[in-house]
């Protein structure tokens, strides 16, 4: 099966990250421009980015270097 808190979602809308917090995603990206209203959702942090380049240099990074 998928381990939710080892996952990441990656959505654009608030709903998106909301539904993953809901289901115990461990890390949550919302992708888009930065707002004050998004700073944090569902009483939980998340990380946002702007271009799905950048969600993609981050995670996996981190995938790369847990697997060293």
Same mark, same amino acid.
């Given at each position: /099966? =998928?381990?939710?808190? %080892?996952?990441?979602? *990656?959505?654009?809308?608030?709903?998106? =990250? %909301?539904? /993953?917090?809901? !289901?115990?995603?461990?890390?949550? $990206?919302?992708?888009?421009?930065? +707002?004050? %209203?998004?700073?944090?959702? +569902?009483?939980? !942090?998340? *990380?946002?980015?702007?271009?799905?380049?950048? *969600? *993609?240099?981050? $995670? $996996? !990074?981190?995938?790369?270097? +847990?697997?060293?």
């Amino acid at each position: /099966g =998928i381990d939710l808190a %080892e996952s990441v979602l *990656v959505g654009d809308k608030r709903s998106d =990250i %909301e539904a /993953g917090v809901a !289901a115990g995603v461990g890390q949550n $990206c919302l992708l888009g421009a930065w +707002s004050t %209203e998004n700073s944090l959702i +569902s009483g939980r !942090a998340f *990380v946002q980015y702007s271009t799905l380049y950048e *969600v *993609v240099l981050r $995670c $996996c !990074a981190g995938v790369r270097e +847990s697997r060293q």
